[in-house]
């Protein structure tokens, strides 16, 4: 009777069924995708999914996915536990969302696990890593061909040599704040990592310039060198090596010593660069500018303090110019934007932010000549600059975004009526508000600026 009593019970359920679904035909579609997935990616090894697709395809879908993804897909089943920790599927591994966690530990598992399929290797910001665990990385890992260390501190030249005694296919290596590191570590990697492309040794102020030169003299392929407040380094810093900074492309000193003679040395060393980045370096004049004038005819950034003379100098040698930044080359007049517009016909990206001297007709001449190609236009506190400017941008046709932060003789309806024409153009502005009377600012050290962004 127990028996006849449940078979009737699912024969009504049963029957129940259809009616349920036509009642309710999303809440049983959702049923039915959980039922799907539920038995699909079973505990079980013998789950249909392994049984219809063989590994080779499994394999292949989790080489698409994450490190959560591949770490979650290695909880379900033996099978996927297998095959997800395969080290085809940690090519490439990014551990900075990790970095408070990412301990000597971890770092060790992994190389054991990827051994030679790891190819690139993020460690942004864990700081926690030391040379023992990296010591473990180097010498399994040994097909590594991007490396970021970037701020982790506890880095040391160890690690450098053994970088550079096992990582031979090493190409792009971020340094930037390892602050531990010194000239000897720069040798190790210029002795073993013949292949290196890029190298970022930003802020350590241990290096100097017989690090940076072996580097040079020995990575030939070298074609992206960022030295960003590297204060141990020199004005000499390039004399000795001219002759081996030929495939140089990109060059950052920010803030490092650089006098006009550097800059000689640049233009003299690297005929085929194409960024370089002096701002905040203060010992260098007009001369710097006719240097680099005479020798590029590629693209090629400016720093400040410049006059106009130089400026258009550098305009006419450098006819392919895409992206300039005269931020508070207060000097400059039109003429040197009418020069620049002229001579520059590719202009991308340009900052005149406090060109004090800048008018209206500069910025009609640049979207006359440059309407094609002009993106970006940074006019921060050009005071001469009025309402008739926006009138003139709006011939720009692909213009992306203009920068008019405390342009006081520009108002906010003719920003209105331009963002009307051109909805799709991003401004950022704002506008002091109006001096209070005298009889409430009597008792005031200073004024507020609330800021009101259009």
Not at 73 to 81: D, E, K, L, P, S
Not at 269 to 297: P, V
Not at 349 to 359: A, K, R, V
Request: hydrophobic share 35%; charged share 20%.
């Amino acid at each position: 009777m127990e028996t006849e009593r449940r078979s009737s019970a699912t024969n009504r359920r049963a029957k129940r069924l259809p009616q349920q679904a036509k009642t309710h035909p999303i809440v049983q579609a959702k049923q039915n995708q959980m039922y799907l997935i539920t038995t699909l990616v079973s505990s079980n090894d013998q789950a249909p999914i392994n049984r219809k697709l063989p590994n080779e395809l499994i394999l292949r879908i989790f080489s698409f996915l994450d490190v959560k993804s591949l770490c979650r897909c290695a909880q379900t089943c033996r099978a996927w536990n297998v095959l997800a920790l395969d080290g085809s599927n940690w090519q490439r591994v990014d551990l900075f969302t990790f970095q408070r966690d990412v301990k000597a530990a971890v770092i060790e598992n992994l190389s054991r696990r990827c051994g030679g399929f790891l190819k690139e290797l993020s460690l942004k910001g864990c700081e926690n890593v030391h040379d023992s665990a990296l010591r473990t990385f180097t010498a399994k890992c040994s097909n590594i061909e991007f490396l970021s260390l970037y701020r982790c501190k506890r880095v040391t030249d160890a690690s450098c040599e053994n970088l550079g005694r096992h990582c031979h296919k090493l190409q792009h290596l971020n340094l930037e704040n390892c602050s531990a590191i010194t000239d000897r570590a720069l040798k190790y990697i210029s002795d073993g990592c013949k292949n290196l492309r890029y190298l970022n040794i930003s802020w350590c102020d241990a290096i100097q310039d017989k690090g940076v030169q072996n580097i040079l003299i020995n990575c030939i392929q070298l074609h992206t060198l960022v030295l960003r407040g590297c204060e141990g380094l020199t004005e000499r810093l390039f004399a000795p090596v001219e002759k081996h900074m030929g495939n140089l492309k990109n060059l950052n000193m920010l803030s490092c010593f650089v006098n006009d003679d550097t800059v000689s040395n640049i233009a003299n060393g690297c005929e085929g660069l194409e960024y370089l980045c002096l701002s905040n370096c203060t010992h260098i004049s007009d001369r710097s500018l006719q240097l680099l004038a005479s020798k590029w005819t590629s693209n090629c950034p400016a720093a400040s303090f410049y006059q106009t003379t130089a400026f258009t100098q550098l305009t006419k040698g450098c006819k392919k110019l895409q992206r300039i930044d005269m931020e508070d080359c207060s000097l400059i007049t039109d003429v040197t934007i009418q020069a620049l517009s002229t001579n520059c016909s590719t202009l991308r990206e340009l900052s005149l932010s406090h060109c004090d001297l800048i008018t209206d007709e500069a910025v009609l001449s640049l979207c006359t000549k440059n309407k094609e190609h002009l993106q970006v236009l940074e006019l921060d506190n050009c005071s001469l600059l009025t309402d008739t400017t926006l009138s003139h941008l709006r011939h720009a046709r692909v213009l992306k975004r203009i920068d008019l932060y405390d342009c006081q003789n520009i108002s906010k309806e003719a920003i209105q009526r331009f963002r009307h024409h051109r909805p799709h153009v991003e401004i950022h502005a704002y506008f002091a508000p109006a001096t209070p009377p005298a009889s409430h600012a009597g008792n005031r050290v200073g004024i507020c600026r609330c800021c009101v962004i259009l």
